[in-house]
């Protein structure tokens, strides 16, 4: 009997947030380095494994809809990640789910594969192989490189703490090979993710690491320096406005990495953002904003903002309304507060009513849609250069400097002749409406 005939197969469902993306390669590519096939459909599975999340109510009622879906289609599955903290929640609902395991339990998952379908056919390292960058869920052109797992914060709304831990940083020397493998395996784009990029190094007490034979500082700095090397677009997510972070702009200036930076602001009224324990809330963001696009003007400010936080006032609203209008911020996604079991927020007094936190959210759409649109009209005849994602019949689908994967606008190009998927080309762009451009 041949060996691909003996493979034992393994269906995957990744859910949740780049992080999770991120886990979901690693235990694939582990599972596929042992000789594991790893199957699109239910049906030819021997077993499923679905990655969870378990963030906010919706996202752990997706994880259990996705659990019953495999459990109903295949009946073997073993279920990971974020929610698989919360083993009785799962199994009360699913009791035939073979093993639950928590966020990058990386080992475990792969033991309990093991367990339940162990392999019989020999792995054979020359014929299953496994490209060196390892397995990726994104396209080939762009990829998410995780600098760190946990966080030191401790914000009210938020469990990933209790879920993921402590910052644990990746040594600086690890993370640029990594970096190294995608750019060999064809990356153009690295997403630099982590709960908090800012604070990347502090628990190795920023130690010196090595690369290519020469030192590499472990800060965010010294880390951005090494990767502007790299000679792709470098993409931060999930900065703190911290003073410190004044040292990457001007990489960014020079263009050695993306004038673009994701802070998750969530607030702008000082007494909100201390409720809410965010870190950074003593400072003066508008200011460090201002100082950041006099050296970096092309800058593109990202970021995620919650009305409606406990003891949130008519005043603390108007306040955060008064900081768009001056932040001027280009992307903008914004949530109505939601409890989240565990988190300490819910002790809070003052809870605001639902009415009241939809009409907030309405006011804050109507005022950002504004301003975005406004920037984005304002690049009309402007030269920039895109990436390709797709490309079809009459059109291709690109991304701008501004725009990360999925979370931002798009370029429309009208002649996609002669283009493929991962090249960056020089457009003129011709138009924009709220979201995005056409060139
Ligand atoms: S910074 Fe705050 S919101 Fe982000 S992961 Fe840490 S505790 Fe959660």
Avoid at 142 to 164: D, Q, T, V
Wanted: hydrophobic share 40%; with cysteine; proline share 5%.
């Amino acid at each position: 009997m041949s060996d691909s005939i003996q493979r034992k197969k393994v269906g995957f469902v990744s859910l949740g947030c780049p992080k999770a993306l991120v886990d979901s390669e690693r235990i694939l590519t582990q599972l596929r380095l042992e000789g594991y096939d790893i199957v699109p459909t239910y049906e030819n599975a021997d077993v499923v494994v679905v990655n969870t999340c378990g963030f906010i109510d919706s996202a752990k009622q997706e994880s259990l809809d996705a659990i019953g879906e495999a459990v109903r289609e295949n009946g073997k599955v073993i279920v990971t990640g974020c929610m698989g903290k919360n083993a009785e929640q799962i199994l009360s609902v699913h009791p035939q789910v073979l093993s639950v395991t928590g966020p990058h339990a990386y080992e475990e998952v792969v033991g309990a594969v093991h367990q339940f379908i162990p392999q019989t056919s020999t792995h054979n390292p020359f014929t299953d192989l496994v490209p060196p960058q390892g397995i990726k869920l994104t396209p080939r052109h762009y990829a998410y490189l995780k600098i760190s797992e946990g966080c030191n914060h401790r914000c009210s709304f938020c469990i990933i703490p209790s879920l993921r831990g402590d910052l644990v940083s990746r040594p600086v020397g690890e993370v640029l090979d990594e970096a190294q493998g995608l750019v060999d395996a064809g990356v153009r784009e690295l997403l630099v993710i982590s709960q908090d990029t800012s604070a990347y190094g502090v628990d190795l007490k920023y130690r010196t690491g090595f690369w290519q034979g020469r030192p590499v500082k472990g800060n965010m700095q010294g880390l951005c320096e090494a990767l502007a090397d790299l000679g792709i677009w470098v993409r931060l997510h999930y900065v703190y406005p911290y003073p410190h972070v004044d040292h990457v702009i001007p990489l960014m200036s020079e263009g050695s990495i993306l004038p673009y930076l994701d802070i998750p602001f969530q607030h702008a009224s000082q007494r909100i953002l201390k409720l809410m324990k965010r870190p950074a809330a003593t400072e003066n963001t508008l200011a460090r904003i201002k100082s950041w696009r006099q050296d970096c003007p092309d800058l593109t400010l990202r970021s995620t903002f919650i009305v409606g936080f406990p003891g949130e006032t008519e005043d603390d609203f108007k306040e955060l309304l008064d900081f768009l209008e001056e932040a001027q911020l280009d992307r903008v996604g914004c949530f109505q507060y939601s409890a989240v079991d565990g988190a300490s927020a819910n002790a809070l007094p003052d809870h605001v009513p639902e009415e009241v936190k939809q009409e907030r959210w309405e006011r804050f759409m109507d005022v950002q849609q504004r301003i975005s649109a406004e920037r984005l009209k304002a690049k009309i005849g402007e030269e920039m250069d895109v990436i390709v994602d797709e490309i079809e019949e009459d059109r291709a689908i690109a991304r701008s400097k501004a725009d990360a994967p999925d979370i931002d606008g798009l370029v429309y190009l009208s002649k996609p002749e002669g283009l493929e998927v991962g090249d960056l080309v020089t457009v003129t762009i011709e138009d924009a409406d709220d979201y995005d451009l056409y060139a």
